[in-house]
């Protein structure tokens, strides 16, 4: 229940009270990571996120592929680009996820935000699937 309210919260925009449930919790699992995670990347708190992140690892509680679009997310959106191509290598070299369009399409966020379009459109190119529709064309 607590993760629910951790996601509740955090998708009304009230993230210290996500973060307050968060913290009072006594045992979390990578759900509840994951949920607090993305909650803070989505309302901004892009630092905060990444430093859960380091904490979550810290605690040696393993990411999940939704993890890392979280953590990927608030690089996108913090412009950490270093910060960001370093975890999507870690996603692969350290954790054994391979990377799936959605996390190809935080990286090209990521680039394209820093307007590092070449780059974006590299990555986009190499990629080992065909790029999707954003909006779910098919």
Known sequence: MSNALIDLYSKCGCVEDAM???????RRDKFTWTAMIAGLAV????????????????????????????????CAHAGFID????????????????????????????????GRINEALETILNMPMNPNSRYGEP
Request: hydrophobic share 40%; aromatic share 8%.
């Open 20 to 26: 307050e449930i968060f913290e009072k919790m006594p």
């Open 43 to 74: 309302n901004g708190n892009c630092e905060k996120a990444l430093d859960l992140f380091a904490r979550m690892l810290v605690m040696s509680v393993r990411p999940d592929e939704v993890t890392y679009i979280g953590v990927l997310s608030a």
């Open 83 to 114: 910060e960001g191509r370093e975890i999507f290598r870690s996603m692969i070299n350290t954790h054994g996820i391979q990377p799936n369009v959605t996390h190809y399409g935080c990286l090209v966020d990521l680039l394209g935000r820093a």
